[in-house]
Structure formats: structure tokens, C-alpha cells
């Protein structure tokens, strides 16, 4: 079993913080992970298929606290309503009126017993703020409707795709088709920053956890493709 130490989640939440990866061959070789590692949280995450890993992490006392899903975006095949799109990045002028945002994550892997409701939001704050500046995202978009912000979506490239970080709506704007707006946007956008390029970003992809019904039948209606599933195991080391 390969353990590291998270260095910007023991940083940003001021306490020692462990990814967990069970390798296949080590799951005869027994840690005691009490004896190996100072005090704080070991995290693992592991595909859902994975039934050996799964076995190995609940015999060391781990506790399964989120299933993570990842939807598959073909941009090839979407077509879109790009009349429909009125996005524009975000800036540090509107993070004061994006306070809601950081509230639309309480039940994310990020929650109680591991995680207070504080520390829940002031991590999905800084999320947003870094995503603006260009930091682990690389890029922020806003729909703003009569003066007023309804919803936001981060992105993040990666090879040939582009990964979702945060998308969230405002709360009063919530079951509206906003959610349906800014995954448009996001289509459009791609296709236009990308358009001389196109062959390198073939799909959009985005994460969510099993509890999130609402979000899944937003990809699911709008010709996403389950992709990825995995599991969260936390254990807290005494």
C-alpha cells in the first residue's frame, strides 16, 4: 500500500492529510498504519470495480464516504443553441456577489465526520478564487441575466478533454435551465477557442457524486454517457 502526504490539503486545512493507493501486491503485507503515520485523515479513492481494493480498505477500518461519477461529453455530437449562450468570465469584481457559490457543495467527500461545514466552504471558496486567477482551473465562466449572476462552471484541460471543476447556481435560480445554460456555454466556448485545434479536444467531462440526482439527469439529458465511477474511503488515524 503507497501512502503520500497531501501536501496542499494538509497546508490549506492546517492538518495532516494522506492519499491511500492499495496496490494489488502489497494487500497481504498488514500496516499498521497506527505505528507508521503521525495523527490526521487517509483518504483512497478506487474504482468501483476494483473489489480487492475495496475489500483491503474496509478490512484497515476505512469508512466509504462518497461515490464519485464521471460523465462523458462527446463534443463531436452535440449540437447547440448558440443564441442561447451568455456567459462571460468571471473576475475578482464579482467574487463579492458569488458568496452562494461556495454553499453548493455540502455534500461533496468534503463533509462531516471528516470535514466541517466551515472548512467545506472555505475550501470550495478557494476553489473559486483560484479558478478566476487561472489556478488548477483554467478557466471561469459566469451567466449574468439583468445585472444579476445565476450560475457559474469552471474548466480545466486536460489531454484531449476538458474537465468540469465547479458548476453551480444560484439558489433562487435553481430548476430554471440555468444548469442547462452554462453547459451550452461551455460547448460553445470550447468549440470556438478550440476550433483550429479541434481534434485535440474531443470531450467534455464532468464529476459528480451519487446523491446528486439532479446534476446527473442534467448530463444525462443533455447527451452525456456515464464514463467512471469510484469510490471515496476515509479512515481518521488516532
Known amino acids: 500500500m503507497k501512502i503520500e ?3 496542499w490539503e494538509s497546508n490549506f486545512f492546517g492538518r495532516e492529510i494522506y492519499n491511500v493507493n492499495p496496490q494489488q501486491n502489497l494487500f497481504e503485507n498488514d500496516v499498521n498504519l497506527n505505528s507508521t503515520l503521525p495523527q490526521g485523515l487517509l483518504q483512497a479513492k478506487v474504482t468501483t470495480a476494483d473489489w480487492q ?3 483491503y480498505l474496509q478490512q484497515q477500518q ?14 463531436a455530437k452535440i449540437s447547440v443553441d448558440r443564441t442561447a449562450c451568455n456567459c462571460r468570465f468571471v473576475t475578482g469584481r464579482d467574487l463579492s456577489q458569488l458568496h452562494w457559490v461556495c454553499e453548493q457543495f ?6 462531516q465526520p471528516y470535514f466541517s461545514l466551515q472548512e467545506n466552504q472555505r475550501f470550495y471558496q478557494q476553489w473559486l478564487e483560484n479558478a478566476v486567477v487561472g489556478v488548477f482551473d483554467d ?9 444579476i449572476p445565476k450560475g457559474i462552471v469552471s474548466l480545466r484541460l486536460t489531454k484531449r478533454a476538458v474537465q468540469i471543476g465547479l458548476l453551480a447556481v444560484s439558489p433562487e435560480f435553481q430548476g430554471k435551465g440555468i444548469g442547462k445554460k452554462l453547459l451550452n456555454s ?3 466556448f470550447l468549440q470556438e477557442k478550440y476550433s483550429d485545434q479541434a481534434e485535440k479536444i474531443d470531450f467534455l467531462l464532468i464529476s459528480t457524486q451519487l446523491s446528486n440526482q439532479r446534476a446527473m439527469r442534467l448530463y444525462q439529458s443533455f447527451g452525456a454517457m456515464l464514463w467512471h465511477s469510484a ?4 479512515r481518521e488515524i488516532a
Open 5 to 7: 502526504r497531501n501536501q
Open 53 to 55: 481494493a475495496i475489500h
Open 62 to 75: 476505512f469508512q466509504l464516504v462518497e461515490t464519485e461519477i464521471t460523465f462523458r461529453l462527446d463534443l
Open 106 to 111: 455540502s455534500q461533496t467527500r468534503f463533509r
Open 139 to 147: 478557466a471561469c465562466l459566469l451567466i449574468v441575466e439583468n445585472e
Open 186 to 188: 461551455v460547448v460553445v
Open 231 to 234: 469510490y471515496w474511503f476515509y
